[in-house]
């Protein structure tokens, strides 16, 4: 058996203070398993922070009108709309998260799968904000789609990063 990580008891037997026989080996699978399902995850709060960050960021950016004075006091205006604020918000949060798949995966994984996000954009845009989406669009809809479902079944890591280090 092979000790992957060290957890705080395996410290503490190492140390002399707890017998060994309290321990559970650390498997490879188990950490494989945990390490793709907190991919997933991260995954899913990047998808999902990215449609409704951009889909309030449009909304509250309707609400303010046309802005195509080189003005900053205009660009300022948009930030007293909520929506707009909102959509800002959203997309802090999205970049983090995406910074933390990142480090997770690489990135001709990330990018694919995460464009599923570009399908629900455009899938809330037409519903939500009543955008008209035309057939081409659509078609490239789908294509995307298939592309990011090619994409999910595919290693999250080819490369050797660094190992994920527990607290």
Request: proline share 5%; charged share 15%.
């Amino acid at each position: 058996m092979s000790w992957e990580l060290l957890s705080s008891s395996e410290v503490e037997v190492l140390r002399g203070e707890m017998p060994p026989t309290l321990l559970k080996p650390i498997r490879r699978e188990n950490f494989r398993q945990g390490h793709a399902r907190k991919t997933q995850i991260l995954v899913l709060v990047v998808i999902v922070t990215n449609v409704l960050g951009n889909v309030s960021l449009s909304h509250g950016m309707h609400q303010v009108g046309r802005i195509v004075s080189a003005s900053p006091l205009d660009y300022l205006r948009a930030f007293a709309n909520p929506w707009t604020i909102l959509g800002i918000c959203v997309l802090v949060i999205w970049m983090l998260s995406d910074l933390a798949l990142l480090s997770r995966a690489d990135l001709s994984f990330v990018l694919p799968v995460t464009a599923s996000a570009y399908v629900l954009v455009a899938i809330g845009g037409h519903f939500i904000l009543h955008d008209h989406i035309s057939w081409e669009r659509w078609t490239g809809i789908a294509l995307i789609t298939l592309g990011a479902i090619l994409a999910e079944e595919t290693p999250d890591r080819t490369t050797n990063g660094r190992r994920e280090r527990l607290p």
